[in-house]
């Protein structure tokens, strides 16, 4: 199915090169990476739709959008498929907008191990370092890959932090017992898991700060600067309690939004 969308997407291209006639109008091809966040799971207008549409109405383009993204997908994943699916190689380098978002199906996962009491290690923590870990370093494979294709100084390239959509629940719950946990994440589950969401969170801050990659701080929006606050309870979050709503997902478009779109504009 990709192949088939990304063929007539090439195509379309072509063709508005080629045609006849008066000037064109200018064309900007955005591709979108990620997970069920940029598919726009369970809302009416995800962001990637409502920054499509900022897209076209601040800069008064013609705009593209191949959406990539897929349901479920962690960082290993999307790593591997610009590493290896010429789909989504092919689409990065025609493209002059990027944004992606990735990591919560990676702390969800490392979550839910957690909770079980099978992450491992006499702290029940293993994993969730473990997952800090290959999480850090997908990311830097996710933006080396980006900027093998393509430049800060040539295309408009976003990302964002990851929110935390339990925290509301995990401040009410005490998974392991406190004396077997290290001092820096004693205490409840929010304390426990905040902490390593936290790193993860850091390290998109820092690799895009070095990158020169402009960041929408997601967390921050969503849990606060505590990262305690529950997005719950703003109205941000489904009745599945993972999802952004239609609210979510605008507030997370317009954090893109307020970058601007240097540097083409």
């Known amino acids: 199915m990709f192949h088939t969308k990304f063929a ?39 962001y990637v739709s409502v920054f499509e549409g900022y897209l076209q109405a601040d800069n008064m383009v013609g705009v593209t ?3 990539l993204a897929q349901n479920g997908s962690t960082s290993g994943r999307l790593l591997n498929s610009l590493r290896t699916d010429s789909v989504f190689r092919s689409a990065v380098l025609q493209s002059s907008v990027i944004t992606w978002d990735i990591g919560l199906v990676d702390f ?24 800090v870990a290959a999480f850090n370093t997908n990311w830097d494979g996710i933006v080396v890959e980006l900027l093998n294709a393509r430049s800060v100084g040539n295309t408009v390239i976003r990302t964002m932090t990851i929110y935390n959509p339990w925290a509301g629940v995990d401040a009410g719950a005490n998974t392991f017992a406190d004396i077997k946990e290290p001092v820096e994440t004693r205490g409840n589950d929010l304390q426990v898991l905040g902490y390593y969401l936290d790193q993860m969170n850091s ?51 317009d954090l893109l939004r307020a970058f601007g779109y240097a540097p083409l504009r």
């Open 8 to 46: 007539a997407f090439t195509g379309a291209v072509l063709l508005m090169s080629y045609a006849g006639g008066g000037r064109a109008a200018e064309q900007w091809n955005y591709t979108a990476l990620g997970d069920s966040l940029a598919t726009g799971y369970l809302a009416q207008q995800g």
């Open 65 to 67: 959008l191949y959406n």
């Open 108 to 131: 969800k996962n490392a979550r839910t191990t957690y909770k079980s009491g099978k992450c491992g290690k006499a702290d029940n923590q293993d994993c969730l370092r473990s997952a």
């Open 203 to 253: 390290h998109i801050a820092t690799s895009s700060a070095h990158y020169g990659i402009p960041y929408a701080n997601v967390y921050t929006a969503f849990n606060g600067t505590s990262g305690r606050e529950d997005p719950v309870t703003k109205g941000y979050i489904t009745s599945d309690g993972i999802h952004p709503t239609d609210s979510g997902h605008r507030l997370m478009a």
